[in-house]
């Protein structure tokens, strides 16, 4: 069983849509959670970065951990074109290794 | 200030050569990361530098990979002899090493083995 599920997709959605992306996960140690953005041929760009359950808003994306259920939500509000990519969800403990889901390819259409 | 690079960006081999990959980081940082992507799977951890030392090779797949980060500046990995197996994006991330520090990811080089 891998330690961090994500779906991968593909989520197609027309501009303007709001945007759920969800990871579960299974190891209590992971402590923070990140959101990065993949573009095609371009190395992962973090988003956001949490590390206590509840929401943390920059803009229109709104992260959300829920510890006691081990999962964790990127929202996008108002999505643009400009979105679409693959969004990797995060994590890791003590260790500074990040453990990866695998990634949700997102479309957003004009 | 310019982010972590990598070289090449492509490099195709094939089954039993060697190639070497460098990686970058962004100045002042101690913390270089090195993680791959095989084709279908998630991007995985390799190893972590903390300046010239090796604080975390658990995720190295055999000895057929070898890090190294000379002078705590650019690291390479080198995979001697490779096989079809190895091919995927390798990534090369830094960090400052604060205790909720942020990773920041070369573009990564996409090793394809024949």
């Known amino acids: 069983q891998k330690e961090v599920e994500q779906d991968p997709g593909p989520l197609s959605v027309p501009e303007g849509a709001i945007v759920s992306l969800n990871c579960t996960y299974s190891n209590s140690a992971f402590q923070y959670f990140m959101w990065y953005r993949q573009y095609s041929r371009k190395g992962p760009e973090l988003l956001m970065y949490t590390y206590s359950s509840g929401n943390k808003e920059d803009g229109r994306f709104t992260a959300q951990v829920d510890k006691s259920s081990k999962y964790i939500s990127l929202f996008i509000r108002d999505s643009q074109p400009s979105d679409s990519a693959t969004y990797l969800c995060?994590?890791?403990?003590?260790?500074?290794?990040?453990?990866f889901g695998s990634g949700t390819q997102l479309t957003v259409l004009p | 200030e310019a982010g972590v690079t990598q070289f090449p960006s492509h490099s195709v081999i094939e089954k039993g050569q060697t190639v070497t990959l460098r990686c970058d980081p962004i100045s002042g940082h101690d913390n270089l990361y090195w993680y791959r992507r095989v084709m279908g799977k998630e991007i995985k951890f390799l190893l972590h530098f903390v300046k010239e030392s090796k604080q975390d090779e658990s995720g190295m797949p055999n000895n057929r990979f070898l890090a190294e980060r000379t002078g705590g500046t650019y690291s390479t990995l080198k995979v001697q002899p490779a096989e079809l197996e190895d091919s995927g994006v390798y990534f090369c991330?830094?960090?400052?090493?604060?205790?909720?520090?942020?990773?920041?990811f070369g573009p990564g080089t996409r090793l394809t083995v024949l």
């Open positions: 995060a994590m890791t403990g003590s260790a500074r290794q990040l453990t």
């Open positions: 991330a830094s960090s400052l090493g604060l205790r909720t520090d942020t990773q920041y």
